[in-house]
C-alpha cells in the first residue's frame, strides 16, 4: 500500500474523528442541563446548571428552576450577571428541618434574571445548594423555563430510564448511596467520578472527545508503519 493511500487514510480518520467531536459538543450544549458536586443520599449537594444557547437565536432574560418537593431548602450561589430571588409556598404540614425545628414552608422556585440578556451561543451557569434526601436511588427532577427577549423554553418534560430523551428534557439528579454517616452537612464538596444527572448530554460531549482522541491515535500509529516500511 503506498505512501500516499496511507496518508489519504488517516486523514480522513482523523477529520471523522474530529467531525464526531463537534458533533458531541453540539449535542452537549443542546439543552439547559445540570452537573452536581455530589449525589450521595442525605449530603449536601451544589447543582449547576449550566445554558449556552437563547430560545432560537434570542438572547435569554430569566431562568426560573423548580425544586421538587423532595426539597425543602436550597441556597442560591450569587452570580454577579443575575439577580435572584427565592419563591416560597407552604407546606401542608410542618416539616423537620434537619436541626430539630420544624419549618411550614419551603422554596418552591429560584428565579435568576439577567443583568443584561446572555446572548444566544455564549455560555452562563447558576448555582444552587440544597440537601439531597436520605433515600437512596430518589429522582429529583428540576423543571427550568428559559425565558428569552423574544419566546420561551420548557425543559420540563420528563421520561424514565431506556425511554428516547424528549426535544425539551428537564435536568434531573439520582441520589446514590450514603457516604460516611450519611450527613454531609456544611459545603459539598466534588466527587472524583461523574454523578448520575440528566440530561446525559456532558456524558454524550466527553464520549465525542475520547473516540476524537482515539481516532488520533489510530491515525498516528497507521502514519508510523507507513514510515517504517518505507
Known sequence: MSFAHHAARTAAL????SALVVAAAGAAS???SVTPSSTAAGSYAVLTFSVGHGCGTSPTTRLAVQ???QVLSV???VNPNWTVEKTMEKLESPASDGHGSEQTERVAEVVYTARTPLADGL??????QLPLPEK???????PVIQTCEEGETAWTQTYEEGQDEPESPAPF???TAAEGDGHGHGDAKAQDEPAEAGTGSD????TGVALGALGLVAGGVALGRTRNRG
Open 14 to 17: 482523523t477529520l471523522g474523528s
Open 30 to 32: 443542546a439543552h439547559v
Open 67 to 69: 425544586l421538587p418537593e
Open 75 to 77: 441556597t442560591p450561589t
Open 123 to 128: 455560555r452562563d451557569t447558576i448555582a444552587l
Open 136 to 142: 437512596e436511588g430518589e429522582k429529583l427532577v428540576f
Open 173 to 175: 439528579v439520582v441520589t
Open 203 to 206: 456524558a454524550l460531549g466527553w
